[in-house]
C-alpha cells in the first residue's frame, strides 16, 4: 500500500472531506482557542466561530460511535491533524462542509538543501502547529493525529 492509498484510507474512516468541498484557512488567521470555541477571521475578514462541542458530536457522529482510550474515558475529539509537507492541517468537524486551518511550507532549493543536510528547517512551524494541539488539549479536546 502506498501513501497515497493510505491516506485515502484515513480520509474515509474518519471521514476526512474532499479537498474539493472544504472550507480551506489559513493556520495564520486562528485568534484564540477557549474551552467552548476556536475564533478565527474567515476568508472574508470576519471574525467567525468554531462551536468545539459541536465539533466532538459531528466527530462521533461521522465515525459512528465515541472514541474511547484505555482507561475508558471518551476522547473530545473535534476532527484530525496531519503535519505532512508542503501543507500541514487541522481539520475540524464543522456542521456541512468541515474546516481546514493549512500551513503552507515554503520549499526553495536553499530549504531543501537544508533538509538534505539534516537541518530542521520547519521546526517554527512545527512549534506552532503543536501550540495549537496544546491549547486544545488544555481544554479537554484533541484531534486525531493522521501523520
Not at 58 to 83: D, M, P, Q, W, Y
Amino acid at each position: 500500500m502506498n501513501w497515497q492509498e493510505f491516506y485515502a484510507e484515513i480520509q474515509e474512516y474518519y471521514h476526512i472531506e474532499d479537498e474539493n468541498t472544504v472550507t480551506k484557512i489559513p493556520f495564520e488567521n486562528i485568534i484564540d482557542v477557549n474551552t467552548d470555541k476556536l475564533v478565527y477571521k474567515d476568508n472574508d475578514g470576519q471574525i467567525s466561530q468554531i462551536d468545539l462541542t459541536d465539533c466532538v458530536k459531528n466527530f462521533s457522529s461521522a465515525l459512528g460511535e465515541e472514541l474511547i482510550n484505555r482507561s475508558g474515558h471518551t476522547i473530545k475529539a473535534v476532527g484530525g491533524r496531519c503535519f505532512l509537507k508542503p501543507s500541514p492541517f487541522y481539520e475540524f468537524f464543522t456542521e456541512g462542509h468541515h474546516t481546514r486551518f493549512c500551513m503552507t511550507l515554503t520549499q526553495t532549493p536553499f530549504k531543501n538543501f537544508l533538509r538534505k543536510i539534516g537541518w530542521n528547517v520547519d521546526s517554527n512551524a512545527f512549534s506552532e502547529f503543536y501550540s495549537l494541539q496544546k491549547k486544545l488539549n488544555s481544554f479537554g479536546y484533541s484531534a486525531i493525529d493522521l501523520t
